[in-house]
């Protein structure tokens, strides 16, 4: 019969055929079937590959398994019939398990000596009695039992100890007393504990009770830290580190401006700084090169606080003068006994001490062109010289007076001497600003809640 179901003709008088039908194909077996010595069907697969020892070809063992009660593993098994060199070790079939885990085992009696183990490569072996580790992936996996997995430790530190003893080593005696306390852990003469820990989740410790609660083996399921999982290659690298604010205190910044007296380009030199027990500033300084003019000043580093300051300073001795003082844009200062009030942005912002502020008043006041000259009054030059003598007087310390900072955005500062405790001679307080004083600092019209409502219906 074709393929096409025609009949193909044949010798005359003889009856045609059909083809054999053939037969349906098995159902395949399972790849990953129960450990079993009895099962016959059950036979590792055979490769030929390259021995790492001797470097000629050496065969190759897989057998796909299935532990009742955990999962599926792959036990390879590596000999070579020319050097003699073999290998075994296991892998877990499956994935990384969504959690680490960790079997702590009490032994005590020989027959738990006979439980089957898995030891994946990322596991941690723990015998605390002793003291005792075998780190993560400084072994192979294997499938073995609790007393093969004391018995592959002993032999790996026996390993180097012939070499260890002809070099009169220190620590060889040490390894040797050790090993022996391993082989005493064989015959179970006290109880002791091993402890299996798995980030990757694949490693197994036998229950022979199983499906029961086994009383001797405790096992804890966890999650696993960022390290683990770099351990376990689940993050390809670490994540980037957010680059490190520059931090400005330390930095002063330069950027290129004008000259005010000489337009000529100039450089300004801008700098961060904390006032202790206030807050941070911002002073500039501008020098000219081509005329020598300098100049510098201060910008509050803060908002407009909630109330304005009052500080009053009853100036009694010479040392007030070394006090450091901020005096902002929106700052007036008044000296009662001089009758004298310096109205705000007078001056400017400035970063200086009580003395140098009171001699850029001096300065300010005894210096103006319009009080000086030939269009000046008798009076008024009298005047000049009283004030500048008294306060030549009051920055000496030999005249008392009250010195009064008046900033209703909050932002000056007078140095407290006595800080954290309060100063006898200062007083501060703290007030609500009038409706002008908004006006002036322009609060008044701004609008800081509800504002995106008002543009929603523009957008």
Same mark, same amino acid.
């Given at each position: 019969?074709?393929?096409?179901?025609?009949?193909?003709? $044949?010798? %005359?008088?003889?009856?045609?055929?059909?083809?054999?039908?053939?037969?349906? %194909?098995?159902?395949?077996?399972?790849?990953?079937?129960?450990?079993?010595?009895?099962?016959?069907?059950?036979?590792?697969?055979?490769?030929?590959?390259?021995?790492?020892?001797?470097?000629?070809?050496?065969?190759?063992?897989?057998?796909?398994?299935?532990?009742?009660?955990?999962?599926?593993?792959?036990?390879?098994?590596?000999?070579?019939?020319?050097?003699?060199?073999?290998?075994?070790?296991?892998?877990?079939?499956?994935?990384?398990?969504?959690?680490?885990?960790?079997?702590?085992?009490?032994?005590?009696?020989?027959?738990?000596?006979?439980?089957?183990?898995?030891?994946?490569?990322?596991?941690?072996?723990?015998?605390?009695?002793?003291?005792?580790?075998?780190?993560?992936?400084?072994?192979?996996?294997?499938?073995?039992?609790?007393?093969?997995?004391?018995?592959?430790?002993?032999?790996?530190?026996?390993?180097?100890?012939?070499?260890?003893?002809?070099?009169?080593?220190?620590?060889?005696?040490?390894?040797?007393?050790?090993?022996?306390?391993?082989?005493?852990?064989?015959?179970?003469?006290?109880?002791?504990?091993?402890?299996?820990?798995?980030?990757? $989740?694949?490693?197994?410790?036998?229950?022979?009770?199983?499906?029961?609660?086994?009383?001797?083996?405790?096992? @804890?399921?966890?999650?696993?830290?960022?390290?683990?999982?770099?351990?376990?290659?689940?993050?390809?690298?670490?994540? !980037?580190?957010?680059?490190?604010?520059?931090?400005?205190?330390? +930095?002063?910044?330069?950027?290129?401006?004008?000259?005010?007296?000489?337009?000529?380009?100039?450089?300004?030199?801008?700098?961060?700084?904390?006032?202790?027990?206030?807050?941070?500033?911002?002073?500039?300084?501008?020098?000219? +090169?081509?005329?020598?003019?300098?100049?510098?000043?201060?910008?509050?580093?803060?908002?407009?606080?909630?109330?304005?300051?009052?500080?009053?300073?009853?100036?009694?001795?010479?040392?007030?003068?070394?006090?450091?003082?901020?005096?902002?844009?929106?700052?007036?200062?008044?000296?009662?006994?001089?009758?004298?009030?310096? $109205?705000?942005?007078?001056?400017?912002?400035?970063?200086?001490?009580?003395?140098?502020?009171?001699?850029?008043?001096? +300065?300010?006041? @005894?210096?103006?062109?319009?009080?000086?000259?030939?269009?000046?009054?008798? $009076?008024?030059?009298?005047?000049?010289?009283?004030?500048?003598?008294?306060?030549?007087?009051?920055?000496?310390?030999?005249?008392?007076?009250?010195?009064?900072?008046?900033?209703?955005?909050?932002?000056?500062?007078?140095?407290?001497?006595? !800080?954290?405790?309060?100063?006898?001679?200062?007083?501060?307080?703290?007030?609500?600003?009038?409706?002008?004083?908004?006006?002036?600092?322009?609060?008044?019209?701004?609008?800081?809640?509800?504002?995106?409502?008002?543009?929603? %219906?523009?957008?």
């Amino acid at each position: 019969m074709a393929a096409s179901g025609a009949v193909e003709p $044949g010798p %005359p008088g003889a009856a045609v055929a059909p083809s054999p039908v053939p037969a349906p %194909p098995s159902a395949p077996s399972h790849l990953f079937r129960p450990i079993s010595a009895e099962d016959e069907e059950q036979q590792p697969t055979e490769i030929e590959s390259l021995c790492m020892n001797c470097y000629r070809n050496g065969m190759t063992r897989l057998l796909l398994t299935k532990i009742p009660f955990f999962r599926e593993i792959i036990v390879s098994s590596f000999s070579c019939e020319h050097c003699g060199w073999n290998n075994t070790e296991i892998q877990s079939a499956g994935r990384i398990q969504d959690q680490g885990v960790r079997y702590t085992l009490t032994v005590r009696a020989l027959e738990d000596m006979n439980r089957e183990v898995v030891k994946t490569d990322s596991a941690t072996t723990r015998i605390p009695e002793l003291d005792f580790e075998i780190p993560a992936f400084s072994q192979k996996g294997a499938l073995t039992t609790v007393e093969g997995l004391i018995t592959r430790a002993i032999s790996g530190l026996e390993q180097d100890q012939p070499a260890r003893r002809a070099n009169k080593d220190a620590t060889a005696e040490r390894i040797d007393e050790f090993i022996v306390k391993l082989k005493e852990l064989k015959q179970v003469t006290s109880p002791f504990t091993l402890i299996i820990d798995d980030p990757s $989740g694949n490693s197994f410790v036998e229950n022979p009770h199983a499906p029961q609660k086994d009383d001797a083996l405790v096992i @804890t399921h966890y999650n696993r830290t960022r390290q683990q999982e770099e351990m376990l290659g689940l993050q390809a690298e670490a994540p !980037a580190e957010k680059p490190e604010e520059e931090d400005l205190r330390n +930095e002063v910044l330069q950027f290129n401006t004008n000259c005010p007296e000489c337009n000529a380009p100039a450089q300004t030199n801008m700098k961060l700084v904390q006032i202790p027990h206030f807050k941070e500033v911002i002073i500039m300084a501008t020098n000219c +090169e081509n005329c020598g003019h300098r100049t510098n000043e201060v910008k509050s580093g803060g908002a407009v606080e909630a109330l304005g300051t009052r500080i009053t300073l009853h100036i009694t001795d010479p040392s007030d003068m070394t006090r450091d003082l901020l005096k902002s844009e929106t700052c007036s200062v008044e000296i009662p006994e001089l009758e004298f009030e310096l $109205g705000m942005a007078v001056l400017g912002g400035k970063f200086t001490t009580l003395e140098g502020l009171l001699k850029d008043i001096r +300065e300010l006041v @005894t210096k103006n062109p319009f009080t000086l000259g030939d269009s000046s009054s008798p $009076g008024q030059m009298e005047k000049l010289q009283e004030f500048s003598q008294k306060m030549d007087q009051i920055i000496e310390g030999n005249m008392k007076a009250h010195f009064i900072m008046d900033d209703p955005a909050g932002n000056s500062y007078l140095q407290n001497v006595y !800080a954290p405790e309060d100063d006898p001679e200062m007083k501060v307080e703290r007030y609500k600003r009038t409706f002008d004083q908004n006006e002036e600092l322009g609060l008044n019209d701004m609008k800081t809640e509800g504002y995106e409502a008002g543009l929603a %219906p523009q957008r």
